[in-house]
């Protein structure tokens, strides 16, 4: 509905610059033909056109409507500037703050989705007759389903622009959400699931580009922490809801699905209605409708339009993470450390049963309750979100628009890298009844604020270093992350069940313990493994 508006705005401004095109081309031929008559002289200034004034069209002075004549002789509409109000870096910062809300709702209705039946599994693996490791593929399947969208939903959205690939794909993720409420067995469920995944995956796995198609490199220090709470804080949030529901045995655990369906509805009606297009291409695209509408002649074109189909670039991509993952070491690295964020925040959806209800006899309710404290974590690190955009703008000397080098954007991972391993060494040998509840909780609460850091770091990082490859990039450690993630949730309670609490979290501890230098050493030759790589910007 807004981009409808939008679409609008854009006609009406075309119009309103071709009408004070026109009546400056009037005044200028009637001062010429003034002062031809004046000095008694037969030619005319013609200003680079060979023909008489009157008849110059406006394809020979492109760039009053900011183009460039391409080599067919069209007409190639571009920005008119720096500060053309057309591009989105350029838009009021309240509207870009509003966008940015938005799509924080969006993802994380979405991301709610992820781990909203996480504390059913009992109740599931009762009523369906089946075992809590196969209760377990609800979770999985979704995971797999946004690591299988990723790889088609980046290159859509820079088919058709970002907006009608959010609202397309809700459409289809609400309509699986509601078959996955109404499905009476284990089978509808996974399929519905997955396909419930699949369709998030458009929201999950693209919000970065959107917040990098309006925001320019210092602010971006603001907008990517908030865009990382969503990310990380709903998977962690749904469990609370969800286990106070399914404690209630007077309510269906259907009701977390339903839940569900309630939230993310109501994100979709508000970006519907207020959600607008972001990316450039298809707004230079539109701008250039107009202009062929407006002029009558069809001269002008965008480059989005000149592009190549949808299926051509998916040949493209496809492959990519691939390579990427094979010949990019920024890309494995900060990407395998995603990956284990990614695998501990899901595997704790089983792992808490092991760690907080074994251990001390909580209820569902107090057992979901304990992954507030990962919320929180992630909230106390957005909260210094104004300081980074601060120190980012110190960084800068305050020169407006400047570039910031990626390795600076590496300073939260490599403050709060330790805060990965020293967290889960703590929460696995403090995990005694001895011990307090709190001293868990708190372990818990340090790995979220690790878990943020490094997921803006990481993002900011490969967002800077691989500029207009960086959704293919982004792409490429999002599907990674949660395709491994999905595998590793079925073994979470095997795991747990089989070496104990302790040292699954020792395990996991000695990972992170050998990623945590990963951002100090890119910090120091982040700059020459980018002037080696094909994709990055050295």
């Not at 509408?293 to 339009?305: D, E, M, P, Q």
Request: glycine share 8%; with cysteine.
């Amino acid at each position: 509905m807004w981009s409808l508006v939008q679409y609008r705005r854009i006609g009406k401004q075309v119009e309103h610059e071709w009408q004070e095109k026109a009546q400056k081309q009037g005044h200028n031929e009637k001062k010429s033909a003034f002062r031809d008559a004046e000095a008694g002289s037969e030619q005319r200034i013609l200003r680079g056109s060979s023909g008489p004034l009157e008849e110059e069209s406006s394809e020979e002075r492109p760039e009053s409507v900011g183009g460039s004549v391409g080599g067919s002789g069209k007409i190639v509409v571009d920005t008119t500037g720096d500060d053309d109000p057309i591009d989105p870096h350029n838009w009021p910062l309240l509207a870009r703050c509003k966008n940015i809300a938005i799509l924080c709702l969006l993802i994380f209705s979405q991301g709610w989705a992820s781990a909203a039946d996480s504390m059913a599994n009992s109740r599931v693996s009762q009523d369906y007759g089946v075992s809590r490791v196969a209760a377990n593929l609800s979770q999985a399947l979704y995971l797999l389903g946004i690591g299988s969208g990723c790889l088609f939903c980046g290159p859509l959205s820079e088919t058709v622009g970002r907006n009608p690939t959010y609202l397309g794909a809700t459409v289809c993720y609400l309509c699986f959400v509601l078959g996955t409420a109404l499905t009476s067995n284990l089978g509808g469920r996974i399929v519905c699931r997955y396909f419930v995944g699949v369709f998030a995956s458009a929201v999950l796995g693209i919000n970065g580009a959107s917040v990098s198609d309006q925001f320019r490199p210092v602010k971006r220090a603001f907008a990517f922490p908030v865009i990382a709470w969503a990310n990380v804080a709903a998977p962690m949030l749904a469990p609370v809801a969800g286990g106070w529901l399914v404690q209630d045995r007077s309510l269906s655990w259907h009701w977390t699905d339903w839940v569900t369906l309630i939230i993310s509805g109501i994100a979709f009606i508000i970006a519907f209605l207020f959600l607008p297009e972001t990316y450039l291409p298809i707004l230079l695209d539109w701008k250039a409708r107009h202009l062929r509408r407006v002029s009558g002649l069809s001269v002008y074109v965008s480059n989005h339009a000149e592009k190549e189909s949808l299926l051509k670039r998916l040949r493209e991509t496809l492959p990519m993470p691939v390579i990427y993952f094979s010949s990019e070491p920024v890309v494995a690295v900060l990407g395998g450390y995603l990956i284990l964020v990614y695998i501990l925040m899901f595997t704790f959806l089983s792992g808490f049963d092991y760690i907080f209800k074994k251990t001390y006899g909580l209820s569902d309710g107090l057992t979901g309750s304990c992954f507030a404290s990962i919320a929180a974590g992630s909230t106390f690190f957005t909260l210094f979100a104004p300081a980074l955009f601060h120190f980012s703008r110190v960084h800068t000397h305050y020169v407006r628009q400047a570039w910031i080098k990626p390795e600076y954007r590496l300073w939260p991972a490599i403050v709060t890298a330790p805060l990965m391993p020293i967290s889960l060494f703590w929460l696995g040998w403090t995990n005694y009844p001895s011990i307090s509840l709190w001293s868990g909780l708190a372990a818990c609460f340090c790995f979220g604020i690790v878990a943020t850091a490094v997921y803006v770091s990481s993002y900011e990082y490969i967002v800077d270093s691989y500029t207009k490859h960086s959704a293919v990039a982004l792409a490429s450690i999002t599907m990674a992350r949660y395709l491994i993630a999905g595998t590793m949730v079925m073994a979470a309670r095997p795991m747990y069940t089989g070496i104990g609490v302790h040292w699954t979290m020792t395990l996991l501890g000695c990972i992170g313990l050998l990623l945590a230098p990963a951002p100090l050493f890119f910090r120091r030759y982040g700059k020459k493994l980018r002037a080696k790589s094909a994709y990055a910007a050295s």
